[in-house]
């Protein structure tokens, strides 16, 4: 019984019972998440933080401006998230991540 969550008509999101994920995680060849139902971070991926935003953006050679237009953001709202004065939501937080290929 899986849960399709669209938006404007598009599928986005699929829900699907616990059970099945794990076995997912399983097929995919990751540890399945603890039996408390929070997952453990994976200690062989190496995940970015904001710190990093601004070194990130550089070296894939982009400014501030051509990020935050690709994301949706004002290129000040960004430098602010680079400085660490705001943190961005999460589907601002999936943007940098896709426009910067993480």
């Known amino acids: 019984s899986v849960q399709i969550i669209a938006r404007d008509g598009e599928p986005e999101y699929a829900v699907l ?6 076995a997912l995680l ?22 970015p933080g904001l710190d990093q935003l601004r070194a990130l953006r550089e070296g894939k050679g982009l400014t501030a401006e051509a990020l ?28 940098l991540a896709w426009s910067l290929g993480l």
């Not at 399945?32 to 991926?45: F, K, L, M, W, Y």
């Not at 960004?78 to 943007?95: K, N, T, Y």
């Open 17 to 22: 019972p616990w059970a099945d994920y794990q």
């Open 68 to 95: 935050a237009r690709s994301v949706g953001i004002s290129p000040h709202y960004l430098v602010m998230i680079e400085r660490g004065e705001r943190q961005p939501d999460a589907a601002i937080l999936r943007s």
């Open 26 to 47: 399983q097929a995919a060849g990751h540890q399945p998440a603890v039996e408390s139902g929070r997952e453990q971070p994976d200690p062989e991926v190496v995940r």
